[in-house]
């Protein structure tokens, strides 16, 4: 089946630093990759679309400029949480349609900013 | 309007019971539909995935969909510990996103 590999699987960073995740898809080639975030006993949500070779799409309320995504490899998707604060702790998690295989999610990140 | 809407519970089932999860979405142009499993700290997992009206088993689950009536359910036979989770409906509409429910906590108590 398809594997997404996330890294880290968790990290700590000091307020005001940056960190980036990364998503490879092992056995496939992801056009589109997407980025949730997931609060404490809530559900998933969609901060943004990947797509490779071009601008990533953010849903309402994401900040573009706080979370940089880039797709420049049909293997490859990061996000980098920059100025990272306190309220930026989350678990992240991406996500790509692995064609036959539906959507495969990688194994997560969690942020913890202190 | 939530898109997907499911019973964030809890749901407490014996083990060796039936365990029931429901969700209802609101997009009638909705064309597949999804429960994954999550448990605590860890990303989810997908268990079923069902794309036109009835019923479609895979071992112990069977998913069940109604498309006249908006909803989509997951029955877990003979509920183990184990099964002890988070689960989530999801619900593709067009193109690649998916739209995720709350997500209801199950425990089977041994």
Same mark, same amino acid.
């Given at each position: 089946g398809a594997?997404?590999?996330?890294h880290p699987s968790w990290v700590i960073c000091k307020s005001g630093t940056s960190v980036k995740i990364e998503c490879r898809s092992l056995d496939f080639q992801a056009t589109t990759m997407f980025w949730y975030?997931?609060?404490?006993?809530?559900?998933?949500?969609?901060?943004?679309?990947s797509n490779e070779g071009s601008k990533a799409t953010y849903e309402q309320g994401v900040e573009?400029?706080?979370?940089?995504?880039?797709?420049?490899?049909?293997?490859?998707?990061?996000?980098?949480?920059?100025?990272?604060?306190p309220e930026d702790s989350s678990f992240y998690i991406c996500s790509a349609r692995s064609g036959e295989y539906g959507y495969t999610f990688g194994s997560g990140t969690r942020l913890t900013v202190v | 309007q939530?898109?997907?809407?499911?019973?964030?519970?809890?749901?407490?089932?014996?083990?060796?019971?039936?365990? !029931?999860?429901?969700?209802?979405?609101?997009?009638?142009g909705s064309q597949s539909f999804?429960?994954?499993?999550?448990?605590s700290g860890k990303s989810?997992?997908?268990?079923?995935?069902?794309?036109?009206?009835?019923?479609?088993?895979?071992?112990?689950?069977?998913?069940q969909l109604n498309k006249a009536s908006q909803y989509v359910s997951l029955l877990i036979?003979?509920?183990?510990?184990?099964?002890s989770a988070?689960?989530?409906?999801?619900?593709?509409?067009?193109?690649?996103?998916?739209?995720?429910?709350?997500?209801? !906590?199950?425990?089977v108590i041994p």
């Open positions: 594997v997404v590999s996330q975030r997931q609060f404490p006993k809530q559900s998933l949500m969609l901060m943004a679309t573009k400029d706080k979370f940089l995504i880039n797709h420049a490899s049909l293997t490859l998707s990061t996000l980098t949480v920059t100025s990272a604060h | 939530k898109e997907v809407e499911q019973n964030s519970g809890p749901l407490s089932v014996p083990e060796g019971a039936i365990a !029931s999860l429901n969700c209802t979405y609101s997009d009638r999804f429960w994954y499993r999550q448990y989810p997992e997908l268990i079923m995935s069902i794309y036109s009206n009835g019923d479609k088993e895979d071992g112990r689950f069977t998913a036979r003979d509920s183990q510990p184990s099964d988070t689960y989530l409906c999801a619900v593709n509409i067009f193109g690649y996103q998916f739209y995720f429910g709350t997500g209801t !906590s199950l425990t």
